[in-house]
């Protein structure tokens, strides 16, 4: 027998096991991409060229740290009492309006936090109308005759972020309670408990692991917050990273903070994760009931309608009427070039990253789950890292090290070529719209996720047996009934693109702006006017994601 006829099967086989898979190459390239400006922070922080972490311990960095907890601490905590209070009376009651507050109680969501400093500092200012009338009221000539709280303080930023964004604890908070069968309330109130003991001891317990969540979700965004801190004045870790890195001069000083941020985000993370591990309440009822909500009459009724009014004034309707008169009386800011620039660029970095993220996360998703290989599987979900990093964090990730490889590049080409190409990468809008892709991955892959998760598995399979490839199955089978999907998911990541500040603001080239950074410009030189006609566009884009955000939710239930 000739060995040789006998061998030749077994060492296809082999060969054909050894043979790369292209969709588990592309999905193991992906992530790593995905998790490159992460790693590279690490990186950079543990090897940097001038070391100044003696000096920032014994210095900014405890006050940047103690400001930062302080302040994510002060959000997250008021962010729960008032999304967990406005989800408990929506959902509990009816009152005067409590239809309209179900969505209305969404809309700060369209508001970056920054926005709203910009419309309550005008609004609150020595010259702003408050003030204004109070001294014409009462006969005031100066602001030494009367006391004002200061404007430009902690406690002003913590009322600004809580009202942008208590709508997280309200909306996953709203969901939990309705998603509870009403007979536990039945028996409460039975048993004599009135309206607090029921909200303490039954409501909260039963939406604590969506509160948690919540809380959660607003902790990071705090902590990743620029534009309000900084207008507010208030020293945290990402004004850290921005004084660090543009004043001093010192990248690895930067990234040091960045790490200690990122640190704080995971260790954020862990703990609502462990939480909600640990909580776990389950409706056992075979055939659950809808919970009756209890008609309010009199001064009770008028007084939730209120209390719901509060959170949507200060966080909408309040930045919205004051960016909406400034706009308007200033029409000729419409017209200006800077502001069409802003808008061609926005559109630019904005669709290209839109359209790069959910392409990526497709093409991840699917083949994570054609390919039985372990490494991918396991990078899947660690690739939603990037969006519990804050911008500024990514910013340093991304810049430093595609900064070295584009001088790298120009310095090759200008040696063999003889020709100066310039900065290939951080010289245009590459950077940003990486930047984006890494930070808003995961909104995309969950949707991708979710999506293909509903598709029956016996249509890939029919598909395949009747002679598509793994490519025509996914073009032909997945994509049509998924399409609405990957719609939503692209719109969601071109909102938040469209508000992304503090990554823009760190990687924009010369002379380059977006909506978000033309309104912190004109800001920061106190010229709202000017500001105003950007903060209206990108509001008008982030309402658009709100309402498909709330007629989702409405569907849902």
């Not at 995971?266 to 309440?281: D, Q």
């Not at 200006?336 to 808008?343: D, K, P, S, T, V």
Request: hydrophobic letters at 55%; proline letters at 5%.
């Amino acid at each position: 027998m000739n060995p040789t006829i006998v061998d030749k099967p077994l060492f296809s086989r082999g060969l054909a096991r050894l043979r790369p898979n292209v969709w588990s190459l592309g999905a193991v390239l992906i992530a790593a991409l995905v998790l490159a400006p992460i790693v590279s922070v690490i990186w950079i922080a543990f090897h940097p060229v001038e070391n100044i972490w003696p000096h920032l311990l014994a210095t900014t960095l405890p006050r940047y740290f103690a400001n930062t907890l302080i302040l994510m601490l002060s959000v997250g905590t008021l962010s729960a009492a008032v999304g967990m209070g406005a989800a408990w009376l929506t959902t509990m009651y009816i009152f005067p309006g409590v239809r309209w507050f179900q969505w209305l109680l969404l809309l700060p969501l369209a508001i970056p936090a920054y926005l709203g400093a910009y419309g309550l500092v005008d609004f609150l200012e020595y010259a702003g109308p408050v003030q204004t009338g109070l001294r014409n009221i009462m006969g005031y000539s100066n602001r030494l005759d009367y006391w004002f709280p200061e404007i430009r303080s902690m406690y002003m930023a913590v009322i600004v972020l809580t009202a942008a964004l208590c709508p997280y604890v309200f909306l996953l908070s709203r969901a939990a309670l309705r998603e509870q069968s009403g007979g536990s309330y039945e028996v409460a109130r039975a048993l004599g408990a009135g309206p607090f003991k029921r909200f303490w001891r039954v409501g909260v317990p039963l939406a604590r692991p969506a509160i948690a969540a919540g809380v959660a979700i607003v902790m990071m965004e705090t902590a990743s917050d620029f534009g309000t801190v900084e207008f507010f004045a208030v020293q945290t870790l990402t004004t850290g990273i921005f004084n660090t890195w543009l004043e001093s001069n010192n990248a690895g000083g930067a990234a040091q903070i960045a790490g200690v941020v990122l640190l704080l985000v995971l260790v954020l993370v862990a703990l609502e994760r462990v939480g909600r591990k640990n909580s776990r309440y389950h409706n056992t009822a075979r055939q659950s009931r809808a919970i009756i909500a209890i008609p309010l009459t009199g001064v009770r009724a008028w007084i939730a309608s209120f209390l719901c009014f509060i959170p949507f004034a200060v966080g909408f309707l309040l930045p919205a009427s004051v960016l909406t008169y400034h706009a308007l009386t200033n029409l000729e800011a419409w017209q200006n070039r800077g502001l069409i620039e802003a808008l061609g660029n926005t559109l630019l970095v904005g669709i290209s990253a839109a359209f790069l993220t959910v392409s990526a996360a497709l093409f991840l998703v699917y083949g994570v789950r054609l390919t039985g290989q372990k490494l991918p599987r396991l990078l899947l979900p660690v690739t939603t890292l990037g969006y519990a990093a804050p911008g500024a964090v990514l910013a340093v990730g991304v810049l430093i090290p595609m900064a070295a490889m584009d001088h790298f590049i120009a310095d090759w080409a200008e040696a063999v070529f003889d020709r100066n190409i310039g900065l290939l990468m951080t010289g245009t809008g590459f950077a940003i719209i990486f930047a984006y892709c890494v930070r808003f991955f995961a909104i995309a892959q969950g949707a991708i996720d979710a999506a293909i998760g509903r598709v029956a598995p016996s249509l890939p399979l029919a598909a395949r047996s009747l002679g598509k490839t793994a490519g025509g199955t996914l073009w032909h089978v997945y994509f049509p009934l998924i399409r609405g999907s990957v719609g939503t998911a692209l719109l969601l990541v071109f909102v938040d693109c469209v508000k992304e500040l503090p990554a823009t603001l760190l990687l924009r080239p010369f002379n380059f702006n977006t909506l978000a950074t033309r309104v912190y410009d004109q800001a920061s030189l106190e010229n709202l006017s000017d500001a105003a006609p950007a903060a209206i566009l990108v509001i008008l884009v982030g309402l658009t994601a709100v309402l498909l955000l709330a007629r989702t939710h409405r569907q849902s239930h």
